[in-house]
């Protein structure tokens, strides 16, 4: 039996890294934010006025509000929209939102790049010069290796550090900023539906802070 798989973020992080040594990726869906006037898509708050003239249609209007919160992989925080966080995040939105980022951490940078969806002409090209083919006890398997673009670079130097945090009662990775700004990221979900532990993410911090062996 042939198996078909997409490749994991660490191979799509290798596409724009080159031989520079990675310390962990992660693939990230969605992004949102936690900041005064910022919307959790990224945009600016309405006056109150303005709301409160849409909360009166809202409620006058038998359409179902569309406009709810999803779950962020990605948690833009930050004291405004002027803050660090946010420019590094706004070079990450750009284009289409409907693409996975891939997050790679390196000892020079965070490195971000934005794995693209592929349409059925570029997914026929792409599978000409992008297969990754090893076997499994079931006979072949076929990696999937998707067009990438790289997003943004954030400094070691303009990291303050990393720490393990709650988001949404769920642990995550926090990469803190100089301004304390920064980024949640949950690369794995716990809970109901998922096989993640926390102890993923002590491996994560363990890997950020340059330890080899993060299960020792």
């Not at 962020?72 to 929209?81: H, L, Q, T, Y």
């Not at 966080?85 to 750009?94: G, L, N, S, V």
């Not at 076997?135 to 130097?157: E, Q, S, Y």
């Not at 920064?182 to 690369?187: A, V």
Request: glycine residues 8%.
């Amino acid at each position: 039996m042939h198996v078909w798989e997409n490749a994991g973020p660490l191979v799509h992080a290798r596409i724009t890294l080159g031989d520079e040594p990675i310390l962990w990726a992660g693939e990230c869906p969605t992004l949102r934010f936690d900041m005064r006037g910022i919307d959790e898509y990224g945009k600016p708050k309405h006056s109150l006025l303005f709301r409160a003239a849409a909360a009166v249609v809202d409620a006058t209007s038998d359409v179902p509000d569309e406009h709810h919160s999803e779950r962020a992989d990605v948690m833009v925080f930050g004291r405004n929209g002027k803050c660090a966080a946010m420019r590094h995040a706004r070079e990450i939105i750009a284009g289409d939102s409907s693409d996975w980022t891939v997050w790679a951490l390196t000892p020079r940078r965070v490195h971000v790049v934005r794995r693209s969806s592929m349409t059925p002409e570029q997914k026929k090209m792409g599978l000409l010069r992008g297969l990754v083919s090893s076997f499994t006890d079931n006979g072949p398997k076929t990696v999937t290796v998707f067009p990438t673009t790289p997003l943004v670079d954030i400094p070691r130097a303009d990291i303050v550090g990393f720490e393990i945090a709650t988001r949404e009662n769920e642990p995550c990775l926090r990469m803190r900023l100089a301004d304390d700004s920064g980024f949640d990221l949950k690369f794995f979900r716990t809970g109901p539906g998922y096989d993640s532990e926390p102890d993923q993410y002590r491996r994560l911090l363990a890997l950020s802070m340059g330890r080899t062996d993060p299960w020792m």
